[in-house]
T-cell receptor
Framework: DAKTTQPNSMESNEEEPVHLPCNHS???????IHWYRQLPSQGPEYVIH???SNVNNRMASLAIAEDRKSSTLILHRATLRDAAVYYC??????????FGKGTKLTVNP | KAGVTQTPRYLIKTRGQQVTLSCSPI?????VSWYQQTPGQGLQFLFE???????NKGNFPGRFSGRQFSNSRSEMNVSTLELGDSALYLC????????????FGPGTRLTVL
């Protein structure tokens, strides 16, 4: 399974945009890019996923580099509730999610 | 729709015992996956069941096993418990479509003494 690299932690201020980067240089052509987040004391929660094109949903946007070797999760206006560990995951033919260490996002009021 | 439910939520066992954890997926979801989460190793994939068949397996010893019933409910069993098995065990379900989002339950916190 291809691996992803994320910063261990990031900090943001409330109501400001947040850009969470993820590198996946060994991604294959059929790997989907998923983002999940885990709030304290909860199970992970789906955020967004994509293959090649940028994606938007009510929670966030996913910007995928043209060569697909990196992607960025964009939270347009961070709230205190967005403080969580964010996981960038590749899912390929095996259809299993392989979680890395993720990025711990701190949102300051 | 009700979410993924896991029972029990908390469990304390001693070394050498065995334990069975239960997961009820969202209605209509046929795929159930299990994960182990520890502070040291993070979230690790255990196995996935689809239509009562194990479809994927992670790198865990044979002491970890599972099964899925015809109603898609799944159980996970750990035999001969070790201290290192103390973890949060998470179950996730999704529809049969590939690459669809997984819905996670709240987890079962297992403590092995």
């Amino acid at each position: 399974d291809a691996k992803t690299t994320q910063p261990n932690s990031m900090e943001s201020n409330e109501e400001e945009p947040v850009h969470l980067p993820c590198n996946h240089s060994t991604i294959s052509g059929t790997d989907y890019i998923h983002w999940y987040r885990q709030l304290p004391s909860q199970g992970p929660e789906y955020v967004i996923h994509g293959l090649t094109s940028n994606v938007n949903n009510r929670m966030a946007s996913l910007a995928i580099a043209e060569d697909r070797k990196s992607s960025t999760l964009i939270l347009h206006r961070a709230t205190l509730r967005d403080a969580a560990v964010y996981y960038c995951i590749l899912e390929g033919g095996s259809e299993k999610l392989v979680f890395g260490k993720g990025t711990k996002l701190t949102v300051n009021p | 729709k009700a979410g993924v439910t896991q029972t029990p939520r908390y469990l304390i066992k001693t070394r050498g015992q065995q334990v069975t954890l239960s997961c009820s997926p969202i209605s209509g979801h046929r795929s159930v996956s299990w994960y182990q989460q520890t502070p040291g190793q993070g979230l690790q994939f255990l196995f996935e069941y689809f239509s009562e068949t194990q479809r994927n397996k992670g790198n865990f010893p044979g002491r970890f096993s599972g099964r899925q019933f015809s109603n898609s409910r799944s159980e996970m069993n750990v035999s001969t418990l070790e201290l290192g098995d103390s973890a949060l065990y998470l179950c996730a379900s999704r529809t049969s479509g590939r690459y669809n989002e997984q819905f996670f339950g709240p987890g079962t916190r297992l403590t092995v003494l």
